[in-house]
C-alpha cells in the first residue's frame, strides 16, 4: 500500500493560501527566506503534564523540509530569529509536527517571544 503525500495534499495548499515569506537566522548561522504560517495571534498549548489548562502562546508553523535542505533541525532553532508580517521574533522553541510519513514529512510548530527591535 502506498503512502499518502501528505506534502502535496495538504501541507502545499495550505502554505499556497496561509503562507507568507519569512526570514529565518540561527543563531550561528546565515539567514534565509522559507514560506511560514504566521500563527502569531496564538495558539493553545497544552500543559506538558497533562493537565487540561491550555496556554496561548505566539507561534508560527514552518515545513520541515525546507529547514532539512539548509542541513538544520527543529533542535537548531532555539534562540534563532524569525522576521514575518513586518515583526521579528526569538524562537523561544520548536516542536515538529510530523506526519503518519514521519518528521521529516511534516512540519514545525516555533514558539515565538517577539524581540523590541
Given at each position: 500500500?502506498?503512502?499518502?503525500?501528505?506534502?502535496?495534499?495538504?501541507?502545499?495548499?495550505?502554505?499556497?493560501?496561509?503562507?507568507?515569506?519569512?526570514v529565518l537566522t540561527p543563531v550561528d548561522g546565515f539567514?534565509?527566506?522559507?514560506?511560514?504560517?504566521?500563527?502569531?495571534?496564538?495558539?493553545?498549548?497544552?500543559?506538558?503534564?497533562?493537565?487540561?489548562?491550555?496556554?496561548?502562546?505566539?507561534?508560527?508553523?514552518?515545513?520541515?523540509?525546507?529547514?532539512?535542505?539548509?542541513?538544520?533541525?527543529a533542535g537548531d532553532l532555539n534562540g534563532a530569529a524569525l522576521?514575518?508580517?513586518?515583526?521579528?521574533?526569538?524562537?523561544?522553541?520548536?516542536?515538529?509536527?510530523?506526519?503518519?510519513?514521519?518528521?521529516?514529512?511534516?512540519?514545525?510548530?516555533?514558539?515565538?517571544?517577539?524581540?523590541?527591535?
Amino acid at each position: 500500500m502506498a503512502l499518502v503525500d501528505f506534502q502535496s495534499l495538504l501541507l502545499d495548499p495550505n502554505y499556497l493560501v496561509f503562507g507568507v515569506d519569512a526570514v529565518l537566522t540561527p543563531v550561528d548561522g546565515f539567514p534565509f527566506t522559507l514560506q511560514a504560517i504566521d500563527q502569531s495571534a496564538g495558539v493553545a498549548v497544552g500543559d506538558p503534564s497533562g493537565v487540561q489548562v491550555d496556554t496561548v502562546k505566539p507561534a508560527a508553523t514552518i515545513r520541515a523540509f525546507e529547514l532539512a535542505e539548509k542541513g538544520l533541525c527543529a533542535g537548531d532553532l532555539n534562540g534563532a530569529a524569525l522576521s514575518l508580517n513586518a515583526n521579528t521574533w526569538r524562537v523561544e522553541s520548536a516542536r515538529p509536527m510530523p506526519t503518519p510519513n514521519g518528521e521529516a514529512a511534516g512540519e514545525i510548530m516555533l514558539f515565538l517571544i517577539e524581540v523590541d527591535v
